[in-house]
C-alpha cells in the first residue's frame, strides 16, 4: 500500500486514533508509523481531533496504590514504605524543625528582615550507595545566609569532600562552596546568589569531590543528595 | 491543529507541558504534579475501555510509567500535553483488550431480548452516561451538533461506542444487530463528518480571531 497517499494516509489514521483498527492492522501500522511522516501528520490531526471529545467523561479518581505501584515501578528502591512509615520523613522533619529553629535563632538576633527562611531537603540519591540519609538546608528569608546540616553524619573516604550545589530549572549547577559532612555549616552573604527570589533556583544538590573542592567548577563527583525548592 | 474551544483542555496545555517537560529532565516531583492533575482523566478514559478495575489500575501505572519514560520526547510544539496522555492511555487499553473480555460488556443491553430492534439509548444503559450522550455533550461543547445531526442516529452511535468504549467493528455490529459492512462504513462516515464540522468550527473560529 502506498502510504505516502495522503487520502489512505488519512483513513488509516483515523481508524487508529478511533480505535477500531485492531489486530494484526493495528501493529503493522504502528510499525509503520516512525518511517511516514504522512500518517505521523495524520495520527496528529486525527488525535487533536479526537481526544478532546474524551473532555466529557467525568474524572475518576485512581486509588492511592496505583500512584505508590508507579513510583514502586519506577524507584523501587525509593518507595517500600507508605510515605508517613518512612523513617527518613520524620527524620526530615525533625531536622527541618532544627534548622528552622537555628534560622529563626539567626533572624530573631537580627532583625528586621522579617521574611520566612525557607528550608530545603536533600534526600539521598543512591548515587553512591555507602552514602545515605538526608541533608536539610535552610535559606535565611533575605536569602543572604545559609545553614546546612546533614541529618546523620555522611561517611566519606578520607580524601574526599561534600561539594553544596544550587541550579536554575534549566542551566549548570553553580557551587555554593563546601560543606561539612558532620556538622553544621554556615554559608554567608558573598558566597550565595544573593536574593532568593528572583534568583532562579530550582534545586540544590551535593556532590562527593576530591580535597578543595571540583576542579572545573561543574560537579565531578557523583550527586549522592538533591532537593527541590 | 487550531486550539479548539474545548472547555479547559488547551488552557492546562501550558502548565502541563512545564510539568512534562520538568519530568523529562528526571524531576519526580514535577511527574507527581502531573500524575495529580491528570491521572483522574487518564482514569476515566481507560475506564471505560477497560472495565475490570483491577486491570485498569495496572494499566494506569504502566501508562504513567511509559509517561515518564517518554516525557522528554513530548514535542509541545506538535501536540497538546493532554491529547499526547490521553492518546496513550487509549492505546494501553485498547491493546489490553480481549474478545473474552469484551464480550460479558455486552450483555446487559436490552431488556427485551425479543425486541428485533433495540432502543439505543436503552442499549446503551451502563454506569455512567452512554456513549451516544458523551458524544452529544461534546458536540453541545464544541458547538457542532447541527453538523452532526446530519449524521443518522445508528451512525453516531457506532462512532460513539468504538471511540468512547473502545469496541471493535465487529462487537458494534453485534451490538447494533447490524452487518459488518454497514457498520464500518458509519463508522468512516462518522469519522469524516466529524473532521468536517472541525474544520468548519476552526474556520469559524479563526473568522472571529481576525
Redesign the interface.
Known sequence: MDYANPRLAD?LA??Y????L?GRA?ARFETLLPSHPTLQGAV??W?????????????????A???R??QQ???PALAPLPWWQRLSLWRAVSGAALVAVLGLTVLVASPPPAQAPVVVVLQSTGGDPTVAGSIVASFSGDGRSLVARPLTPVSLQSDRVLELWWAP??GKPKSLGLMKADGVTLLSRGQLPGGLRGSGIDHMAVSVEPPGGSPTGQPTGPVVFYG?L | ?KA?N????PERSRELSQLLA?AG?G???AF?RL?ERT???L???V???QRDRAMA?DL??EI??SV?KAAASFDAA???P???L??IA?NRA?DSLRRAQAQPRTESLSADEDDDRPDPHEALASE??GPLD??G??SD??QLTQCMEHLSPPQRQS?AL???D?L??AEVAEQLREPLGTVKSW??RA??T??GC?ERAAVRDDGKAA
Open positions: 483513513a483515523a481508524q486514533v478511533a480505535g477500531t485492531r493495528r496528529r490531526d488525535q487533536g481531533r479526537l481526544m478532546p471529545l474524551t473532555g466529557v467523561l467525568p474524572e475518576q479518581a485512581p486509588p496504590r496505583v500512584w505501584g508507579i515501578r519506577l524507584w530549572a534549566q527541590k | 491543529m479548539l474545548e472547555s479547559d483542555w520538568r529532565l524531576d519526580r516531583a507527581g500524575y491521572s483522574g482523566h482514569y476515566a478514559v475506564l471505560r475501555i489500575e494506569l501505572q504513567y510509567v515518564w506538535r501536540s497538546q493532554l491529547t499526547w490521553t492518546h487509549r485498547i455512567g452516561p458523551l458524544l455533550q461534546a461543547r464544541r462512532v468504538a471511540f468512547y473502545g471493535s467493528h463508522v468512516r469519522l469524516q466529524l473532521k472541525l
